[in-house]
């Protein structure tokens, strides 16, 4: 249990963070679900609204029963959102695959100090653009191994969102389980 | 067998354009000839285990890769620690190092070279290997994880097939037992009471 001093300054230092405090930074948050998408709700496609209800109607079968519905329309939707996952997992590495990295890679140190000396001299240099994809191994496997590598922050950053899908699918059946038990009784 | 229609209406695993979606499906027909998934929930979660194993197959042969892709590398380094004289710095034997960790891959004579060069200090090629595991210890770490965590899920999936079929038995059998006790038989009314009643 905490003292009453504990939660005095656990209040004093929650309010020095309340989010961001700049236009700059309140717009940059509000787009926080925008950079991947996986937070949003699967139904906003009309694809997947329509995938949805058919394996909602394949799970929960002839049923008119509006919670074993519902409970049936969760663990579509966890699966569904599943692959969304497994599909934003695959697509970096396919990306990295094609063009050696995610982003276009910036000019290297050396190159910044030959601009800069070029600069002092009063010349303008043209920086060659960095070709990532020929850093990349011409031959499969290597070559899609070497993609993985390059990507894996951001793999293991998908992994989170995939845990947490697949976690929200099995509370969803025994759920619906149960539903099912109780409806039997 | 594999049931097609239920198959059919589960997203299908997206695969990698170099990956074989032929060797995807005997994937997973090995797992449903193993598990015998009846009902969609099991054909969710068996189709959840081949997409966990598929990606585990995928990051096992991504770590070998990543290995092997350092092997030149490693040897380099190794070289120029063990070439170099007490009074030499790196530079001046890197040169030598590269030269002969470049034709190590195909040449016999450098291949002796090199082996003759670590048994002066006791270490034979398993210390090429060890330098390469450690050079790339950062990727192989996140590697590593990623696999921990797929593995824990696949064994959960099982899990969780085996906890379904559980509960749906014991609700088959509850009813069976109910049937049985007569709790849920209908009750018919027999038309001649039926008749008496209406006089």
Same mark, same amino acid.
């Given at each position: #249990?905490?003292s009453?001093?504990?939660?005095?300054?656990?209040?004093?230092?929650?309010?020095k963070?309340?989010?961001?405090?700049s236009?700059?930074g309140?717009?940059?948050?509000?787009?926080?679900?925008?950079?991947?998408?996986?937070?949003?709700s699967i139904?906003s496609?009309?694809?997947?609204?329509k995938?949805l209800? $058919?394996l909602?109607?394949?799970?929960?079968g002839?049923t008119?029963?509006?919670?074993?519905?519902?409970?049936?329309?969760?663990?579509?939707q966890?699966?569904?959102?599943?692959?969304?996952?497994?599909r934003?997992?695959?697509? +970096?590495?396919e990306?990295?695959?094609?063009?050696?990295?995610l982003?276009?890679?910036?000019?290297t140190?050396?190159?910044?100090?030959?601009?800069?000396?070029?600069?002092?001299?009063?010349?303008?240099?043209?920086p060659?653009?960095?070709?990532? *994809?020929a $850093?990349?191994? +011409?031959?499969e496997?290597?070559?899609s191994?070497?993609?993985i590598?390059?990507?894996?922050?951001?793999?293991?950053?998908?992994?989170?969102?995939?845990?947490?899908?697949a976690?929200?699918r099995?509370?969803?059946?025994?759920?619906?389980v149960?539903?099912?038990?109780?409806h039997?009784? | #067998?594999r049931?097609?229609?239920?198959?059919?209406?589960? +997203?299908k695993? +997206?695969?990698?354009?170099?990956?074989?979606?032929?060797e995807?499906?005997?994937?997973?027909?090995?797992f449903?000839?193993?598990?015998?998934p009846?009902?969609i929930?099991?054909?969710m979660?068996?189709?959840?285990?081949?997409?966990?194993v598929?990606?585990i197959?995928?990051?096992?042969?991504?770590?070998?890769v990543?290995?092997?892709?350092?092997f030149? $590398?490693?040897?380099?380094?190794?070289?120029?620690?063990?070439?170099k004289?007490?009074?030499?710095y790196?530079?001046?034997?890197?040169?030598?190092?590269?030269a002969?960790?470049?034709s190590?891959?195909?040449d016999q004579?450098?291949?002796?070279?090199?082996?003759?060069?670590?048994?002066?200090?006791d270490?034979d090629?398993?210390?090429?290997?060890?330098?390469?595991?450690?050079?790339?210890?950062?990727?192989?770490?996140?590697?590593?994880? #990623?696999? $921990?965590?797929l593995?824990?899920?696949r064994?959960?999936?099982?899990?969780?097939?085996?906890?379904?079929?559980a509960?749906l038995?014991?609700?088959?059998?509850?009813?069976?037992?109910?049937?049985?006790?007569?709790?849920?038989?209908?009750?018919?009314?027999h038309? *001649?009471?039926?008749? *008496?009643t209406a006089a």
């Open positions: #249990m905490a009453e001093r504990q939660l005095a300054a656990n209040r004093r230092n929650a309010r963070s309340t989010g961001p405090r236009g700059a309140k717009t940059r948050a509000s787009r926080n679900a925008y950079r991947h998408g996986l937070t949003l139904t496609t009309a694809e997947y609204a995938q209800e $058919t909602v109607c394949k799970i929960a002839d008119k029963d509006p919670v074993k519905l519902e409970r049936a329309r969760a663990i579509a966890a699966d569904l959102e599943l692959t969304q996952v497994r934003a997992k695959v697509a +970096p590495i990306r990295a695959s094609a063009f050696g990295e982003d276009p890679p910036g000019p140190v050396s190159q910044m100090i030959r601009l800069l000396n070029a600069f002092q001299r009063g010349r303008l240099i043209d060659k653009p960095i070709d990532a *994809s $850093t990349m191994p +011409p031959q496997p290597d070559r191994a070497e993609a590598r390059r990507v894996l922050p951001e793999l293991c950053k998908l992994e989170r969102y995939e845990r947490r899908a976690a929200r099995d509370r969803a059946v025994v759920n619906f149960v539903e099912q038990s109780e039997n009784l | #067998m049931p097609k229609n239920e198959l059919a209406l589960l +997203p695993l +997206p695969l990698l354009i170099t990956e074989s979606a032929d995807f499906g005997a994937l997973c027909d090995a449903e000839r193993e598990i015998k009846r009902g929930i099991e054909q979660y068996v189709h959840d285990i081949c997409s966990i598929w990606e197959l995928r990051l096992r042969r991504c770590k070998v990543i290995i092997n892709s350092t030149r $590398t490693a040897l380099e380094h190794l070289l120029v620690q063990l070439l004289k007490p009074s030499q790196d530079y001046q034997v890197e040169g030598e190092a590269r002969l960790a470049q190590w891959f195909t004579e450098a291949k002796k070279q090199v082996s003759e060069t670590l048994s002066r200090f270490l090629e398993a210390a090429i290997e060890a330098e390469a595991i450690r050079r790339s210890s950062s990727d192989l770490e996140l590697l590593d994880r #990623m696999l $921990t965590s593995e824990s899920r064994n959960k999936a099982f899990g969780c097939v085996a906890e379904y079929r509960s038995a014991h609700q088959l059998r509850e009813s069976a037992d109910r049937i049985i006790d007569g709790k849920d038989v209908l009750q018919l009314e038309p *001649s009471d039926k008749r *008496s």
